[in-house]
């Protein structure tokens, strides 16, 4: 462990390859992680981009030595050793604004944030549609579920619309010291 207690060696299952043995380069979660014990984690690299589209954290040697080559969205492990192209499901979300109703007694949030599946929302034509239909009590807003089946790739892309809500509710920098 990272304060020095040791974790007892894992046996492999027999129709699985041993991991590789460790080394100096190789030292095994956690150990290749940039970060002191008891503080509060560092940002993973290659995870931030700076506005002029850089990274703005590089990886470390070590860490970069125990990247996986070549697997999109996650750079310490194969997330997905299936065939991606007969698998792949992609779900595409939508953060939308609404005011939202709870319950009979008119308990409400003028600024109801859920998220939607495009394809609901396209359901209804436009999102400013769906939004006013939300609002008048026409859709009921239930909680978004995926259900992911296994040897499936899974890939949630988030829209920009997020950005545009939070601009548009953001307090003005000036009164913050």
């Given at each position: 462990m990272p304060d020095g207690t040791p974790i007892e060696r894992l046996?492999?299952?027999?129709?699985?390859?041993?991991?590789?043995?460790?080394?100096?380069?190789h030292s095994g979660y956690t150990y290749f992680i940039n970060g002191k014990f008891g503080e509060r984690p560092l940002q993973p690299p290659l995870?931030?981009?700076?506005?002029?589209?850089k990274n703005k954290i590089e990886p470390?040697?070590?860490e970069k030595a125990n990247f996986v080559t070549r697997a999109p969205?996650?750079?310490?492990?194969?997330?997905?050793?299936?065939?991606?192209?007969?698998?792949?499901?992609i779900f595409e979300i939508t953060l939308?604004?609404?005011?939202?109703v709870y319950n009979d007694y008119g308990w409400h949030g003028p600024q109801g944030r859920f998220f939607v599946l495009k394809e609901e929302i396209k359901?209804?034509?436009?999102?400013?549609?769906?939004?006013?239909?939300?609002?008048?009590?026409?859709?009921?807003?239930?909680?978004?579920?995926i259900t992911c089946k296994c040897r499936r790739l899974y890939i949630g892309r988030l829209d920009k619309s997020i950005a545009k809500i939070y601009?548009?509710?953001?307090?003005?920098?000036?009164?913050i010291n």
């Open positions: 046996m492999p299952l027999k129709d699985k390859l041993p991991p590789p043995e460790k080394d100096e380069m995870g931030i981009l700076t506005r002029d589209r470390t040697p070590l969205g996650d750079l310490y492990s194969q997330t997905c050793p299936y065939d991606s192209r007969k698998n792949l499901k939308v604004q609404a005011k939202l359901e209804h034509e436009s999102f400013k549609r769906y939004t006013k239909k939300v609002e008048r009590g026409e859709i009921k807003v239930e909680p978004l579920v601009r548009k509710n953001l307090l003005p920098a000036k009164n």
